[in-house]
């Protein structure tokens, strides 16, 4: 069973920082790909960032350039650096593990961290 939690949110103003941090436990981490997600209130949860086991970045277009998705291996951690923050990035965080099986997809989720832009 692999367990993921994140640390890192809070409330911030517009144009402030915040750096997510997701700390893995229960297997091995690099084997997995890692994706950050986000769920505003009343909307579909969407992918945010994400990076493969490999180092392979993609990202949200309405985050390029804002955010960053990075892993550390040695401590099973996944980071979300997210700056310039507009009050639209308000939404509930979710890191997510993911790989790829044999007969299919194997994932887990975090229970999320709260973001808050707002003057």
């Known amino acids: 069973q692999v367990q993921l939690v994140e640390s890192g949110g809070g409330l911030v103003q517009p144009g402030g920082s915040l750096r997510l941090s997701c700390a893995a436990s229960g297997t091995i981490f690099s084997r997995y790909a890692m994706g950050w997600y986000r769920q505003a209130p009343g909307k579909q949860r969407d992918l945010v960032a994400a990076i493969s086991s490999g180092g392979t970045t993609n990202y949200a277009d309405s985050v390029k350039g804002r955010f960053t998705i990075s892993r550390d291996n040695a401590k099973n951690t996944v980071y979300l650096q997210m700056n310039s923050l507009k009050p639209e990035d308000t939404a509930v965080y979710y890191c997510?593990?993911?790989?790829?099986?044999?007969?299919?997809?194997?994932?887990?989720w975090g229970q999320g961290t709260q973001v808050t832009v707002s003057s």
């Open positions: 997510n593990a993911e790989r790829q099986l044999e007969d299919g997809i194997e994932d887990y």
